[in-house]
């Protein structure tokens, strides 16, 4: 995580440093900092918490950099080091001539460092960053030569890194590289930007070269040059991005996630045009390049995925195993890469990532693919490094979700695993095709069912309120919704910071029922469908621990009404596709426990919505 940037050209340095921050914040916000090249000397600026802080902070400052037209900016995400002014970034050499920024993880930094100490290196922050810092330092006074200490500073680090570096001697160079962490470079008139991500960049140009690993750029306000890690010139390969400007607006809403709430029905629309045309037609995905054959060849499917993305995926070996009859595995990235995994030719391996830079996600891609498996990638960013790894892309459109909870692009992952499985089902033709024209004529209706939900949204503020100051809260389900208790667990557990779990209803006797009691509100995700009497069973055990019981439900059922204190109706939809459903009353209790608590609902703490470190 950590967003950088950097600008070369002839503006005013600092506002596009901090417009390009703040289009970065999704990447982190517990410090920031930039660097700009003054006169006789380079100004390091810090500020801890929010960007806020340090424009304030520069506000003070403004006549000291007024004509600076070149600098390198950080926004932090702490790995390394408390989140204090130290320890944020740029960092700087001894002197304070060389400085950068740096996104990533550097594995070897105590044996830099302490190689380095010997050599005289005055260490300041308890950050692995510094050290790269003094390294370049140490080999650029050999040098005189920054792009080459630059790159044989790059030989001796073990980690990720996108780096961008500057020198009080080079007033009109910028360096960057980068090894597994997303960096780009864009492209103006006598002018460059150097971000971790696109937003940061398309306001000034829609031009831009992404950076391969190893790769290392130098940027004068004439001149572009890219070399490899042996310091061959390579070609540069400068592309227009299709990306517009986008103004961030809560359009009224309180918060972003709440705005992003109420777009899902949009957002389904949206992912569901030219892929549906009508129940009777088959569905068209044109990135997925899956056959009969290469389907018939499959032993096995792998979803590969962290977080609420996982939540997804686990839904998604749901209806991929039930409409299609393959055997599907699904594994959070993080546990995927550090064992000795099946996987080979016959299995197909998908990986699911809003941003598809997630560093455990994108590494367990890269070993399946290594080891012949295809490689379908589920995204909101066919941009992404993930996407590049693609042999099949599903991209799934849900446009930039600013909240740090993810809530839309949640939707579209479902949606576009829904729209995957009934498309593997018809190449495969072993589904009833009846069953298949329902599914897709269903799929076209729920979106307005999700606007009834939001229509009729102060009931479910009022519960929320209701518990919004309980320690725990349990949500239950069975089959299908069990991963939608997870995800409206997790939900909450982010942006109010309450100790939330989510089980399969199950389960409870077989160990959790041990903490009910009067003051532990039990959720119950009660559709209609095969578990619905089973759930219910389950419900009444709760109940007769006395927990503070809350159903939701598409049930007219009477005898809820004795079993649960809240009945949270929603509309009703055939049990395979309720998940859609389901999830949004648990993402507005998320939301009003968390608005009610007064909690950064956006931007919670200790969180940032792009992991691309391991
Ligand atoms: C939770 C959330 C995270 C992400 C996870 C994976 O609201 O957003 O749990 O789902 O960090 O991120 P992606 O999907 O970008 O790979």
New binding site residues.
Partial sequence: MCGIVGYIGDKPVVDILLNGLQQLEYRGYDSAGVAVMCENKINVYKAEGKLENLSSELLIHKDEYKNSTMGIGHIRWATHGAPNVINAHPHTCNCGSLVIVHNGIIENYKELKSELEKKGAKFRSQTDTEAVAHLIAYIYNETKNLTEAVRLAAQKIDGAYALCVMHSDKKDELVATKRNAPLLVGVGENEYYVASDVPATIPYTKKAMYLNDNQIVTLTRQSMTLIDSEGNELPKKVETLPWEPVALSKMGYKHFMLKEIHEQPDVIRNVLTGKIHSSDEPIILNEVKLTKESLKNLNRIQII?????LHAAMIGKYIIEDFCGIAVDVEASSEYIYRKTVTDEHTLVIG????G??AD?LTAIKQSKARGSHILIITNRPDSAMAREADSLLSVNAGIEVS???TKSYMAQLVSFYLLAIYMAEIKGNMNTEALKTLKSDLTLVPQKIEQILSHKEYIQKCAQYYANTKDFIYVARGINYPTALEGA??LK?ISYINATGYPAGELKHGPIAMLDESMPVLSILMKGSVYEKLLSNSEEAKARNARMIALTNSKDEKLKDLFDFIIEVPEIQELLSPLIAIVPLQLIAYYISEYLGKDVDQPRNLA???TVE
């Fill in positions: 995925a962290c977080g609420t993305s699911v990532s809003q941003s830079e997630t996600t740090v909870a993810a997790l939900k982010e919505k792009s992991v």
